[in-house]
């Protein structure tokens, strides 16, 4: 199946683009020298306090020296001495730079636990919260951050379009770095270009369209972009005003099973994706049970927990009913 899955298994060269090195050099030269000298497919760079740097190849762990060399992320490569390591202090100071030095600016979202930069890249951020009023006011001694590469694959969508139909409405289910948001990405490029249909995305982290200064940085065709709403504003706003044939939506959870409703009422097909690696654990889930009992969707799409954007699993969701 074609896919991004297949799309990585003929081995063409994925270049981290001007965004990504910026982000690397905040960290250091040396180490961004050495990962924009791969033509490896690097999905994210998780970098930890006084820890080897570990960067996931194909979804594979790896470590990278000070030489410059990648080697698998196991046991003997995690106590060696030459790993590229970055203290909290260095750390702190990179994020700093990728914020560009205007903390307050990204503050909502550093409460929520990541910055989105220019590109559609997301830089999760872990450290210790300060509470003010049972709320999380910002995050303090920032211990590590996961880099998290979004790629554009043009057309990986359409074997997936073929299993589904392009008149139904569907969830994609997958682990982190599973290929969910890609894929969205280019299912609404491709009905809103190729069939036509009227699309809007509903992109609450920035990540689907990656839109800054009004412009999307990925090819997006004629969908119609709400950038930064909450979910269930961005989904009334979008029947309200913009008569969709479909919304797409990144990361449903169960707070959104009202909105999910609400599409249904007014004959608007939604296609989202949701954290969930099997059917089993969906059908052990309140919170999938309880949106997949809107009736809103027709099938339920599973991706490989291994392999990036690989297709494991294709149900109907009258079969998901049965059970």
């Known amino acids: 199946m074609h896919m991004i899955y297949q799309y990585l298994k003929k081995g063409r060269a994925l270049l981290l683009d001007n965004n990504i090195i ?91 636990g990541f910055v989105t930069v220019c590109g559609g890249h997301r830089i999760g951020i872990c450290g210790t919260a300060v509470i003010n009023d049972g709320r999380i006011k910002t995050i303090s001694d920032i211990s590590s951050v996961n880099i998290r590469i979004a ?42 270009v190729e069939v036509p249909a009227k699309v809007s995305i509903v992109d609450e982290r920035g990540e689907i369209a990656a839109r800054f200064a009004g412009e999307s940085s990925f090819d997006t065709g004629l969908c119609d972009v709400y950038s930064g709403y909450p979910k269930n504003k961005a989904i009334i706003d979008a029947i309200r005003t913009m008569s969709p044939d479909y ?31 099997s059917l089993e654990s969906a059908l052990s889930n309140n919170a999938v049970k309880n949106l997949i009992n809107t009736k809103a969707f027709e099938k339920i799409v599973f991706l490989d927990n291994h392999y990036t954007g690989k297709l494991r699993q294709v149900v109907a969701m009258e079969d998901m009913y049965a059970h």
């Open 22 to 112: 910026r982000v690397l050099n905040s960290f250091s030269e040396h180490f961004c020298k050495i990962l924009k000298s791969r033509s490896d497919p690097i999905s994210e760079i998780r970098i930890r306090s006084n820890k080897p740097v570990v960067v996931y190849i194909s979804c594979i762990p790896y470590t990278v020296t000070q030489e410059g060399d990648v080697l698998p992320a196991d046991k003997h490569s995690l106590i060696r001495n030459d790993c590229i390591t970055f203290s909290s202090r260095e750390i702190k100071n990179a994020v700093a730079r990728i914020c560009e030095y205007s903390i307050y600016k990204y503050q909502s979202d550093i409460n929520n």
């Open 247 to 277: 919304i797409i939506c990144d990361e449903l959870t169960g707070d959104d099973v009202q909105s999910v409703r609400y599409t249904l009422n007014y004959g608007v097909k939604m296609i989202a994706s949701l954290h969930c690696d």
């Open 151 to 192: 790629h554009e694959f043009i057309g990986c969508s359409r074997e997936l379009l073929k299993k589904t139909g392009v008149k139904s409405g569907f969830l994609i289910c997958g682990v982190p770095s599973s290929g969910k948001t890609t894929l969205l990405r280019d299912i609404g490029r491709t009905l809103s």
